[in-house]
């Protein structure tokens, strides 16, 4: 019966290493930075920041969707081919000011084939009245 268990106890402990080992080994992805602030910009301005990453993993990265919280920030644009271990690349994200007012927070959650799993990235903004002409 001991054999028994310590057979089990084995195969359990050899199959966490293996998938510890697994995940050690997948793709990963590494952001320049995770944050951008604007500062102050004025209603109804549209403004772009460019996040750069790159794949720190072992095995190529697929980045499958990118998703915002509001309609007021757009992907503008995101790598769909697989980026290779090492490689570097970007995503272009826009912000609409038009009908906010005050600071803004806003959040971007990209969905990968990364080990991690979902990655964030985030920026704020100060919007400030529209200037009159």
Known sequence: MR???????FLLSFTTTSLLAQ??????ITWDKTTYD????????????????VNTGKQPLVLT???????CTTPK??????????????LVVQFDSSNKIGRQNKVVTVVSNAVEGNSRVSFSANV???KKD
């Open 3 to 9: 054999i028994f268990f310590l057979l089990i106890s």
């Open 77 to 90: 644009g995101w790598p769909r081919d697989p980026i290779m271990p090492g490689d570097k690349a970007e």
């Open 65 to 71: 969707n990118v998703q915002v919280t509001c309609g």
């Open 38 to 53: 604007f500062g102050d910009i004025y209603q109804g301005e549209k403004v772009e920041h460019t996040f750069k990453f």
């Open 23 to 28: 995940d050690q080994s997948g793709p990963a």
């Open 128 to 130: 400030l009245e529209k």
